[in-house]
């Protein structure tokens, strides 16, 4: 064996345990993404036992003027029909202010009820005030809400938009008539 044939062999043999090494060191970083992924999951399993599901869609004072909307399921502004804001009458849009913001109007798919007074005040946003309506309490789709300038600060909104989520709208500044704009906040979920 020349000197050229050992040095090529061991090179071979010292190869080897680089290689297993390497195969060592992916097999580690897959059982870490595998436990991190699961733990990730059961994190949220866990929460969302213990504080009811995330929110898909979340609005945080949005200020409407008349004839504004927002579509609660993206985050997204829009409008209901023909108007200035949606020329073409798509009408994205789950909800939208009329007469001086002092209603609220409903994409054709769209339902909204107003919460009773004493289901307001717990201060928690969840579904649960809205989920425990009864099928009788929800106005036909398409029915607006009326009276957003009577309406206290705090005053709960349950909408079903026209993707079928539900949402919990809540009154942060009722309507002014000077102004013509209401302030709002929303949470909506997916699944009910």
């Given at each position: 064996?020349?000197?050229?044939?050992?040095?090529?062999?061991?090179?071979?043999?010292?190869?080897?345990?680089?290689?297993?090494?390497?195969?060592?060191?992916?097999?580690?970083?897959?059982?870490?993404?595998?436990?991190?992924?699961?733990?990730?999951?059961?994190?949220?399993?866990?929460?969302?036992?213990?504080?009811?599901?995330?929110?898909?869609?979340?609005?945080?004072?949005?200020?409407?003027a008349d004839g504004q909307g927002v579509d609660l399921d993206v985050s997204m502004p829009g409008a209901?029909?023909?108007?200035?804001?949606?020329?073409?009458?798509?009408?994205?849009?789950?909800?939208?202010?009329?007469?001086?913001?002092?209603?609220?109007?409903?994409?054709?798919?769209?339902?909204?009820?107003?919460?009773?007074?004493?289901?307001?005040?717990?201060?928690?946003?969840?579904?649960?005030?809205?989920?425990?309506?009864?099928?009788?309490?929800?106005?036909?789709?398409?029915?607006?809400?009326?009276?957003?300038?009577?309406?206290?600060?705090?005053?709960?909104?349950?909408?079903?938009?026209?993707?079928?989520?539900?949402?919990?709208?809540?009154?942060?500044?009722?309507?002014?008539?000077?102004?013509?704009?209401?302030?709002?906040?929303?949470?909506?979920?997916?699944?009910?």
């Amino acid at each position: 064996m020349s000197s050229t044939g050992v040095h090529r062999a061991s090179r071979t043999r010292a190869a080897r345990p680089e290689a297993s090494h390497s195969a060592l060191k992916m097999g580690v970083v897959l059982v870490i993404f595998v436990v991190v992924a699961l733990g990730g999951w059961l994190a949220a399993m866990i929460w969302q036992a213990a504080n009811g599901p995330a929110p898909v869609a979340r609005g945080s004072v949005i200020v409407l003027a008349d004839g504004q909307g927002v579509d609660l399921d993206v985050s997204m502004p829009g409008a209901i029909g023909p108007g200035p804001n949606d020329p073409s009458g798509s009408g994205t849009a789950d909800l939208a202010t009329r007469s001086r913001a002092t209603a609220l109007v409903l994409s054709a798919g769209a339902r909204a009820v107003r919460l009773p007074d004493a289901a307001t005040g717990s201060g928690e946003e969840t579904p649960d005030p809205c989920t425990a309506l009864a099928d009788s309490a929800w106005p036909p789709p398409g029915a607006g809400v009326s009276g957003l300038d009577r309406m206290e600060r705090g005053q709960r909104i349950c909408v079903r938009t026209n993707a079928g989520n539900l949402s919990l709208v809540t009154i942060d500044r009722p309507s002014d008539p000077n102004s013509g704009a209401v302030d709002l906040h929303y949470l909506t979920w997916s699944g009910y």
